[in-house]
Nanobody
Framework: QVQLVESGGGLVQAGGSLRLSCAAS????????MGWYRQAPGKQRELVAA???????NYADSVKGRFVISRDNAKNTVYLQMNSLKPEDTDVYYC?????????????????WGQGTQVTVSS
């Protein structure tokens, strides 16, 4: 089993910054891609930013130039630095990790989610 624990959400004024962290723990053969998604009530979860284990990144158009994803592979932790926050960034942010796990059927890649952290940006 793999657990993802998020931290760093909160309330901030428009134009401010927040840094989210997500630490993975448990039995994993390898942690592959890690990323951040967000979801508003009644809407689909959408990708915010993702990073491969090799360091390649991609971002939603709405956050390019404002958010930066980074990861510390030694700590199995991914970060999301959010700058120039806007009220429309208000959402619950979820960490995701694609993890290779050894099961009785052999190695397989599975998707794991954190519990979510609320980010609220006031105007």
């Amino acid at each position: 089993q793999v657990q993802l624990v998020e931290s760093g959400g909160g309330l901030v004024q428009a134009g401010g910054s927040l840094r989210l962290s997500c630490a993975a723990s448990g039995s994993a053969f390898s942690i592959n891609a890690m990323g951040w998604y967000r979801q508003a009530p009644g809407k689909q979860r959408e990708l915010v930013a993702a990073s491969t284990s090799g360091g390649s990144t991609n971002y939603a158009d709405s956050v390019k130039g404002r958010f930066v994803i980074s990861r510390d592979n030694a700590k199995n932790t991914v970060y999301l630095q959010m700058n120039s926050l806007k009220p429309e960034d208000t959402d619950v942010y979820y960490c995701n990790a694609m993890v290779t796990v050894l099961t009785i059927r052999g190695l397989g890649e599975y998707s794991y989610w954190g519990q979510g952290t609320q980010v609220t940006v006031s105007s």
